[in-house]
Every structure is written in C-alpha cells, then in structure tokens.
C-alpha cells in the first residue's frame, strides 16, 4: 500500500499538478511570477511526502527481512533508497537552492542579476526535473516488485521439521 501511495502522488504531482500549476490559463490569471510560487509550496508538501513514504518503505522492508528471514534482496533495497535519496536531495538540497533564485529571477531590479538567477534556476529545474523522472522510473519498479513478490518455496526441508 506505501508503494502504491507513493508511486500515485508522484505520478498525479508530475502528471497533474505540475501541468496545471504552470499552465497557460494559470500564467494568464496569475502572471509569471505566482505561478512559480506555488509551485514551490506544493513541492514541499511533495517532498515532505516522498521521504515519509521512503521511511516507511524502509521500515516495512528491514521489519520483512527480520521476521521472513529472508537474505538481504539488494536490487528491492536500490528501488526504493535510490527515490528517497532524490526526494530528500531535491527537498533539502535543490528547494532551498531554488526559492531565492526564483524570487530574484521575477523581483529583481537589475537586469543582469535577473538573468543569471533565471539561467541558474532553468539548470536546476532541469536537473529537479530529470531526477523526478528517474525517480519515478525506480518507483514504478519498486511497485511492481512489492506487488509482485518471488514465489515462496514450494517444499520445506527436512532440516526445518526437528521434534
């Protein structure tokens, strides 16, 4: 249920929010400006959401090792710390970076300021996109994965009936 979750609100965030927040009806009503406001404070609830669902995949997946017994599964692990990583990276790292850009790219006076915060600010967009993707990529993986787990051992062995 946490990969479905998680897989849904990345997918209806790219999908969904994303297109409508930057939108050509949103940027007639509101400008240029607000729309990217906006954006940025639904990107932290996003990301706030993402590391949630991380740490619970993370929890649900040792809790399964310890009580299974199963041995360490190190491609399951990589599909979902790898879009946890990028959650965290882009919520902690990228957001931070962004914001002020974003602000001096619109509300600056000098015109050379606004164009290096606008270059600046399409580089990480555009690496924020990219990683979004490949996240997404790594969680549609890991969806399919939890939904479709390994056949259990048809036989038991002998050495695990002692009495």
Known sequence: MNAAVWLGAGVFFTVGIGTAVFSSDMKQVFGEFYPGVVAQILLKRYFALHMICGVLALAIFCAEIFYTRRRF??????MFVIPLVIGAFGGLVLQPKMQPLHQTKYRSIDAEERTQAGQ??????ALSST?????????IA??????NPPEPARFISAQKFRG
Do not use: D, E, I, P
Request: proline share 0%; charged share 10%.
């Open 73 to 78: 599964q190190k491609w399951t692990f990589a």
């Open 120 to 125: 600046q600010f399409g580089r990480l967009h």
């Open 131 to 139: 990683l979004n993707l490949l996240s997404l990529g790594f969680l």
């Open 142 to 147: 890991y969806t399919w994965r939890v939904a």
